[in-house]
């Protein structure tokens, strides 16, 4: 049974900071590209950050370059987000994915929790 679970979210004023993680559990963890989405009221879910299956490759949003921080540690099977100088603009619920695409295949594996919210106000 796939399981991705995300904790770590909270309420935190502007400048503060958080660490996401998101525990996994079903699958081959060390396989899969771990990404972190976010989805704020009203808008799209869109990619904050992600992390090749080795750990030797990520990538980010421009909105959170030089803040936020994604790693994974394949022992725990557990994937980071760490989120610093939070902004109000940050605001959402942050969603972990776990991505495998089986080579020279169209099969995709792709897995979602179920979030957990970040809210940075005053």
């Known amino acids: 049974q796939v399981q991705l679970v995300e904790s770590g979210g909270a309420l935190v004023q502007p400048g503060g900071s958080l660490r996401l993680s998101c525990a996994a559990s079903?699958?081959?963890?060390?396989?899969?590209?771990m990404s972190w989405y976010r989805q704020a009221p009203g808008k799209e879910r869109e990619l904050v950050a992600a992390?090749?299956?080795?750990?030797?490759?990520?990538n980010y949003a421009d909105s959170v370059k030089g803040r936020f921080t994604i790693s994974k540690d394949n022992a725990k099977n557990t994937v980071y987000l760490q989120m610093n100088s939070l902004k109000p603009e940050d605001t959402a619920v942050y969603y972990c994915?776990?991505?495998?695409?089986?080579?020279?295949?169209?099969?995709?594996?792709?897995?979602w929790g179920r979030g957990t919210q970040v809210t940075v106000s005053s």
């Open positions: 079903g699958f081959s963890f060390r396989q899969y590209v």
């Open positions: 992390i090749t299956s080795a750990g030797g490759s990520t």
């Open positions: 994915n776990a991505y495998f695409k089986v080579v020279f295949t169209t099969t995709v594996y792709d897995y």
